[in-house]
């Protein structure tokens, strides 16, 4: 007879969600049905220049993530899944060691995605080979959502309703008002 440790199993799916989208809560839905516990780091990354500060941009993941799972949620106790949302500006393998995480979550929506997330796979597997990189491809009706292209037709005015969270609809209307 095999004996398993109990362990914590700790995911860490990080991105600037700039803003956050459908796409990224149906990663983060799928996920929690993987891992015990799903960090979600949002990247400072001002190289990208972020249309909300870094604060902003966890409390609007906070807000989506309470409108999504309800008020039970709590943020922290999502059925058998806890659930952070944490801001960083350091390497990457360096706040999921922090958090103790053994698991990089990683979205897919297109074969380019691929590409550059590859190389940062790679880089990381040599930067920290204890941590494994999860690839979840986006479902169909996902494919096409990208935060830039959602950032600029909400900038611009443009119904970004089917593509975002109410929160993040909210936050482009109080920001964008004519």
């Not at 053994?102 to 040599?126: H, K, P, W, Y």
């Amino acid at each position: 007879m095999v004996h398993h440790k109990e362990t914590t199993r700790i995911g860490f799916y990080p991105g600037t969600f700039d803003p956050i989208t459908n796409g990224h809560l149906d990663i983060i839905k799928r996920a929690v049905g993987l891992v015990d516990e799903l960090i979600i780091g949002v990247a400072l990354n001002a190289n990208k220049s972020p249309t909300w500060s870094l604060q902003e941009r966890v409390e609007c993941i906070h807000e989506a993530l309470i409108e999504e799972f309800g008020e039970s949620c709590r943020i922290l106790g999502h059925k058998d899944c806890a659930i952070k949302v944490i801001g960083f500006d350091n390497l990457l393998v360096d706040c999921v060691k922090e958090y103790n995480a053994s698991v990089i979550i990683r979205g897919l929506r297109q074969a380019t995605d691929f590409d550059m997330e590859f190389q940062m796979c790679l880089m990381n597997q040599r930067l920290a080979p204890d941590i494994e990189t999860l690839f979840l491809v986006a479902t169909e009706q996902n494919r096409s959502i990208a935060s830039s292209v959602v950032k600029e037709v909400g900038r611009l005015g443009g119904d970004i309703s089917s593509f975002v969270p109410k929160a993040t609809l909210r936050k482009f209307a109080n920001q964008f008002k004519s």
